[in-house]
C-alpha cells in the first residue's frame, strides 16, 4: 500500500521525507535544466505523436486524485515515438501541476527560473503489458512535459479544464468528458525539447522516466490557472501546489534537440 503523502514543505509526510527511491535514487525527478551545460544530440530527431490531432469517438475520465489533475484513455488509442525514444510508448494519462500563485508551480524549472503550472503526458513502453508492468522499468515510461505560464487570454485547447468544477473535491471522478484533442495542448514547435532520463515526481519515485520538456512554453489564462486552483485536498493543494521541488543532477547529462 503507499504511504501517506503531502507537498507541505513542513511536514513529516512533505517532499523531504518522502521515501523509497525518493531519497536513495540517483536518478530523480524534476530538475533544473541548467541550458548551458546541455548537450546537443542530432539523433533525437523529431516525435510521431500519433492521433493527437484527431477527435476520437472516445470519452476521458477526469479525476482529483488528491494529488493532481488528471486525465485519463482508453489505451493504445493515442501513440508517441520517434524524438530519440527506443520503441512505442501509448499514452495513458495527463495531469497538471501548479502553484499557490504564477511564481511557483512547474516541476522543472530552467535556469533557476519556476513556471506558474507544468502538464505531463504520460505514456508506457508497448513492450510491457501496461502501466503497472512499465512503471518500475528503467524505459518503461515516457512523460512529455511542458511549462505552462499565465497570459492574457482563454486558450480555447485547453476548455476542458471547466471540468475542474466538479473535481473539486479530492477522489471526485468525471467519467464522460467528451474527447478532445491534444496538439494544441502541446508547443507549436515540438522539435525543440530537452531529454534526459528521470523518476516519477511522486511517491514512490520510479526511476522508470524517460523524460522530455519542450523548449516552448504554453500559455492560459489566469482563469484557467485559477480553475486548477480549486481542486482540493485538505486544503493543502490550495497551500502549497502540487510541485516537487528539484531533485540532484548526480552524474546525468541533460541532452537537447536544437542548438
Ligand atoms: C500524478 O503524478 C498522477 C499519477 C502519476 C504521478 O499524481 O497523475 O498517476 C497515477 C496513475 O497515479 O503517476 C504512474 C503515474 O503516472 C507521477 O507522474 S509524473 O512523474 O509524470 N509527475
Ligand atoms: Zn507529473
Given amino acids: 500500500s503507499i504511504a501517506q503523502w503531502s507537498y507541505n514543505p513542513n511536514a513529516v509526510d512533505g517532499p523531504q521525507n518522502w521515501k523509497e527511491d525518493c531519497s536513495t535514487g540517483k536518478r530523480q525527478s524534476p530538475i533544473d535544466i541548467e541550458t548551458a551545460k546541455t548537450v546537443m544530440d542530432k539523433e533525437l530527431g523529431t516525435f510521431t ?3 493527437y490531432n484527431k477527435t476520437l469517438n472516445k470519452t476521458f475520465r477526469a479525476t482529483n486524485n488528491g494529488h493532481a489533475l488528471e486525465m485519463g484513455f482508453p489505451g493504445r488509442a493515442y501513440n508517441v515515438s520517434g524524438g530519440g525514444l527506443n520503441g512505442v510508448y501509448t499514452t495513458v494519462q495527463f495531469h497538471f501541476h501548479w502553484g499557490a500563485n504564477n511564481t511557483v508551480g512547474s516541476e ?3 535556469n533557476g527560473k519556476e513556471y506558474a503550472a507544468e502538464l505531463h503526458f504520460v505514456s508506457f513502453n508497448t513492450k ?3 502501466l503497472g508492468e512499465a ?7 515516457a512523460v512529455l512535459g511542458l511549462l505552462i505560464e499565465v497570459g492574457e487570454h482563454n486558450n480555447s485547447a485547453f476548455s476542458f479544464l471547466e471540468v475542474a468544477n466538479k473535481l ?3 477522489f471526485s471522478i468525471v467519467n464522460d468528458v467528451p474527447a478532445f484533442t491534444f496538439e494544441h495542448l502541446l508547443p ?21 522516466v524517460t523524460w522530455t520538456v519542450f523548449n516552448d512554453h504554453v500559455f492560459i489564462s489566469q482563469y484557467q490557472m485559477n480553475l486548477l486552483r480549486r481542486l482540493k485536498k485538505n486544503g493543502t493543494l490550495a497551500e502549497f501546489g502540487n510541485y516537487r521541488p528539484v531533485q540532484p543532477l548526480n552524474n546525468r547529462i541533460v541532452k537537447s534537440s536544437f542548438p
Fill in 188 to 208: 507549436d514547435d515540438k522539435t525543440k525539447f530537452f531529454r534526459y532520463n528521470g523518476s516519477l515526481t511522486t511517491p514512490t519515485c520510479l526511476e522508470s
Fill in 49 to 51: 505523436l500519433v492521433n
Fill in 108 to 110: 522543472h524549472i530552467v
Fill in 128 to 130: 510491457y503489458a501496461n
Fill in 135 to 141: 512503471v518500475d522499468k528503467p524505459d518503461g515510461l
Fill in 168 to 170: 473539486v473535491e479530492p
